[in-house]
């Protein structure tokens, strides 16, 4: 486990920035009260700042088609980070995990050393966060149903939100000696996760 791996999986952490500025756009911000925009920014700053790579200013648009989006690219010149999440009024707060999920599509679009896909985004982000943070289970990795549906249950959450945790920075460490280290995490966290809810 090299040391610059393992500061891939808990962000720069000597660098103690603040969370990015967020810029609401309108349609955003139209559809949300003062109360569900403080209670956005709180949520969000809470994930953000294990992402202290991503400074400066993230624009927070409205989607009605995803649970979360993710944008990058240029306008007149300029670099911009956006992402964009369901109308506040209508679906309440993102979950902690989706805006975790989407911060780290940011950090894949600059970090050139993790890979592009869905999954492996899924799998970084369970690294990044803390258990306590995971209040969603991964959006793309496969896991049995029954365990999907007791992820958020009070007697089994905690253990397999770590379960979830451990495994994934044991997953991503060691990435480079192992290519399906994606199904290897699907296939170690299954077996650990009917172990947690079977109570053995
Ligand atoms: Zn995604």
Redesign the pocket.
Same mark, same amino acid.
């Given at each position: 486990m090299s040391r610059a791996r393992v500061d891939v999986a808990n962000g720069p952490a000597e660098d103690p920035s603040p969370p990015p500025n967020l810029n609401f756009t309108k349609p955003f911000l139209d559809r949300a009260n003062a109360k569900l925009i403080g209670e956005f920014t709180a949520r969000f700053e809470s994930v953000a700042i294990h992402f202290s790579e991503l400074k400066g200013e993230i624009r927070i648009g409205m989607t009605t088609s995803y649970n979360?989006l993710?944008l990058t690219g240029t306008k007149g010149g300029a670099a911009f980070d956006k992402l964009c999440f369901p109308p506040l009024c209508r679906k309440g707060l993102p979950s902690r995990y989706v805006i975790g999920? !989407?911060l780290m599509?940011l950090v894949q679009s600059k970090d050139g050393s993790i890979p592009l896909t !869905?999954r492996s985004?899924d799998i970084f982000t369970l690294a990044r966060l803390p258990a306590s943070l995971l209040d969603h289970p991964p959006?793309?990795l496969r896991m049995p149903r029954e365990v999907r549906a007791a992820w958020n249950s009070p007697a089994f959450h905690r253990e397999l939100a770590e379960a979830a945790h451990l495994l994934a920075i044991e997953a991503m460490v060691t990435r480079k000696e192992n290519a399906r280290y994606i199904s290897w995490w699907e296939r170690r966290f299954s077996e650990k996760a009917a172990r947690i809810i079977g109570g053995r």
């Open positions: 979360g993710a999920h !989407e599509h !869905e985004c959006l793309y």
